[in-house]
């Protein structure tokens, strides 16, 4: 359903409150009505009764008396009283008796009842008026007064005998017809219309409005005179041609009722005009309801409309966002709270964002401080290890062989920690690289371990490499951070075994077409770690206590980037471990399929790879380093591995020597004072420009962070070697583009 606003719930309340209150009022006048029909006009229909009732005892009294006395006259008992009656002098007599009586209907009969004389021209007047009603009363002494009808004509009439000492001699019959005047007359008396039924027919009426014609033509009337039959004396409402009446009966004889009614229409009528009116007046009020609603909707609906607006503009960023405020009512108070509260939150964001921007710049700054530091201290390291591993290399007693390989491994331990502080700082700053190289993982446990078999052989502990055969035998993926994680949890499980065996489990968890996410579970025997302290794992700087640190040794760091390293591959990581009996340490991590098409990488060169000594008496290097230390450290690597070379201190020399000699490679350390190796590179790729020539540049730096590979790359040159390198590492690189078959001439290999 869609919602209603405010404006349309208003205007539908108030309608419905007024079409109620309509609704109710005209049931309440019904019912008044209603009970206003009953009581009142009850009662006054009894009065018109009543009425009707007293002026027929009146009327019938007087009628008696007149029969009564005319019964009396002395002429007409002599008539009587003549044993043969003579008709015609009788007529004259009863005509001239009529004239006094003044009653259209005058009879006179014998004492046997026998008819002698009648005033109407017409009519079945038989011999005997015995069958007609209170004849044979009148015949033994007692008056009749009642009805009499004669044939269409109906009669109120009053009988008297006419007696000698009490000898009835015959009797008098004086009538007035129950005609249309007679029912005007008590139409005035009972104050209601008058309708005379005789023999279920309308015989007489009088009505103050016109008479219904189906009431002329018949009757309508029939449940009344059936109700008067059955003796009940209540008021009946009928329906007569769309003309509602209440009705009362009242029997004249056997076959005649008698009326009393009254329309209820006149009575309804001032009510139905009252209903009418309240409808109106109802009306009137939803149209008022309407302009106010209209009104209500500019005070409340709009306000609340804008304000609305403004919230989800607020909602939506836009800061400014603000209400013009409506009044001094609790409407514009909510507008002017609005719009403080906008402003405040326009206020917390420009603070929050200020903030964020210090703390951006601060980031910024520890990158650089990293940057630098990182520069600065691998740069006397790379001395320190290259000339320990040199050193190793001379004759040395025993004594000095082993202080030199202390000092070695110091060196090496010093660079890990530097390396991991750095790793997890480029974490911290999203700024860690992930170069995707193809590569076997069944050589990268290989060579995880390798460093560690002196430590596995002395401390007698058995290595077990197990890689499911479902994994794949070469794979896509960022390699040295595979390796790295691999490394901290193989020399974590070293380090914290004692006895028994590591075991290292590589299986395919899933995979689809794009590839695989490989599974890495290293287990020992060793210290293991309490449920406790497992919760504290994979957090930075977070060792399981003191006392590990200082006999084991480590920053906590190496679990933290682990975690790290895991997630930014797609993967995770965790650790199952029981105090005593050992741990196992296990991550996930995506690879990537090798495309068919894609060439075997390229087997990293072994030196015994590489091209014979005389070939490379032909070969020149050339390598530019600012650094005495360093110079003197290539110097002699080169020199031993029987490399021909030269050197600059510069960039700007390393120039002048390129154009006086020719070289085969050149060995480029990235900042140098005058001109640095980037230029120096980017000159020698000008030089070389439309030539077809392609000197080798391989940089040698102490810039590790993100974004240094890309920016020899970027500068022309063909390799990187980190500082500090290990002699393997820079003959490696060597060997690569001076080994075997490799030209002067010929085009940049491909870059790994
Ligand atoms: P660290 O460089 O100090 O080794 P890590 O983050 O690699 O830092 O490890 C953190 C801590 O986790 C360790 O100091 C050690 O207490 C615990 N730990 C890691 N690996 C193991 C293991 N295989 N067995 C027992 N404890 C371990």
């Not at 005892?57 to 002429?75: D, F, H, N, T, Y």
Request: glycine share 8%; proline share 4%; aromatic share 6%.
């Amino acid at each position: 359903m869609q919602r209603l606003s405010i404006r349309h719930r208003i205007f539908v309340g108030t309608m419905a409150v007024i079409l109620g209150f309509v609704v109710v009022t005209s049931f309440v006048m019904d019912r008044l009505v209603e009970r206003f029909l009953d009581r009142e006009l009850s009662s006054v229909l009894a009065r018109g009764e009543a009425a009707y009732h007293r002026f027929a005892a009146i009327r019938g009294g007087l009628l008696g008396e007149k029969a009564r006395s005319m019964a009396q006259v002395p002429q007409l008992r002599a008539l009587l009283n003549t044993p043969e009656i003579d008709e015609e002098s009788f007529a004259f007599t009863a005509d001239s008796m009529k004239e006094v009586a003044g009653a259209p209907l005058l009879v006179f009969g014998d004492a046997r009842g026998n008819l002698l004389y009648h005033s109407l021209d017409r009519g079945e007047y038989g011999a005997s008026l015995l069958e007609r009603p209170g004849v044979a009363a009148v015949l033994v002494g007692r008056p009749y007064t009642g009805f009499w009808s004669d044939g269409d004509a109906f009669y109120l009439v009053s009988a008297a005998a006419a007696t000698i000492e009490g000898e009835v001699l015959g009797f008098v019959c004086l009538g007035y017809p129950v005609d249309e005047e007679a029912a005007a007359d008590l139409r005035h008396i009972t104050g209601h219309d008058v309708t005379v039924l005789h023999d279920g027919a309308v015989l007489t009426a009088s009505w103050e409005d016109e008479l219904p014609p189906s009431l002329a033509a018949g009757s309508s009337l029939s449940p009344l005179i059936e109700q008067e039959l059955n003796g009940a004396r209540e008021n009946v409402r009928l329906e007569i041609e769309n003309l509602e009446i209440l009705a009362t009966a009242v029997r004249l004889d056997d076959e005649t009722v008698l009326v009393l009614s009254r329309p209820l229409n006149d009575v309804v009528r001032p009510f139905a005009a009252a209903k009418h009116n309240i409808t109106l007046l109802g009306l009137g009020f939803a149209l008022l309801a309407l302009l106010a609603c209209e009104r209500l909707a500019k005070r409340i609906g709009r306000p609340i409309q804008a304000l609305s607006r403004a919230a989800d503009d607020l909602a939506h960023g836009d800061l400014a966002a603000k209400v013009e405020p409506t009044g001094e009512d609790e409407i514009g108070d909510l507008g002017r709270h609005f719009n403080d509260m906008a402003r405040r939150i326009e206020a917390l964001v420009a603070e929050t964002n200020e903030k964020a921007r210090a703390a951006q710049a601060a980031s910024e700054a520890k990158s650089l401080f990293l940057a630098t530091m990182s520069h600065e201290i691998r740069t006397p390291l790379n001395g320190v290890l290259g000339f320990n591993e040199l050193l190793l290399e001379t004759d040395l007693t025993d004594e000095q062989r082993e202080f030199v390989t202390t000092a070695k491994r110091s060196g090496e331990d010093l660079l890990s920690i530097i390396n991991d502080i750095l790793d997890f700082s480029k974490i911290e700053a999203g700024k860690l690289e992930f170069e995707e190289v193809e590569f076997s993982l069944r050589t990268l446990l290989d060579h995880a371990f390798e460093p560690l078999q002196p430590v596995i052989r002395n401390k007698e502990i058995e290595l077990h490499l197990d890689v499911a055969p479902a994994v794949p035998d070469r794979c896509l993926g960022a390699v040295s951070r595979l390796r790295q994680i691999l490394q901290n949890y193989a020399s974590n499980a070293v380090k914290f075994t004692m006895r028994g065996g590591i075991r290292v489990r590589a299986e395919v968890v899933a995979k689809d077409s794009d590839g695989f996410l490989l599974r890495v579970a290293v287990t020992d025997t060793g210290i293991g770690i309490s449920a406790e302290d497992q919760e504290r794992l994979f957090h930075p700087f977070s060792q399981v206590d003191g006392t590990t640190t200082r006999r084991f040794g480590g920053t906590g760091l190496g679990l933290a980037i682990t975690r790290n390293l895991a997630e930014l591959m797609g993967g995770t990581c965790g650790v199952e471990s029981e105090p005593g009996a050992g741990s196992t340490f296990w991550f996930t991590a995506r690879v990537k399929r090798v495309p068919d098409a894609a060439q075997p990488a390229p087997a990293l060169p072994s030196r015994s790879d590489a091209t014979g000594d005389c070939e490379r008496r032909d070969k020149r290097i050339l390598v530019a380093e600012d650094h005495p230390i360093n110079r003197r450290m290539v110097s002699l690597i080169l020199k031993k591995a029987g490399w021909e070379h030269a050197f600059a201190e510069d960039g700007e020399e390393a120039l002048a020597r390129l154009a006086e000699d020719s070289f085969d490679l050149v060995l480029m350390d990235c900042q140098m004072p005058n001109m640095d190796g980037f230029e120096a590179t980017r000159r020698i790729r000008a030089d070389e420009e439309g030539t077809g020539k392609h000197l080798p540049i391989v940089a040698l730096t102490a810039n590790t962070m993100r974004g240094d590979r890309e920016a020899c790359l970027e500068a022309g040159m063909d390799d990187f070697v980190g500082k500090p390198f290990k002699r393997e590492e820079l003959l490696a690189a060597v060997d690569r583009f001076l080994g075997a078959g490799s030209l002067t001439d010929a085009g940049p290999p491909p870059s790994s």
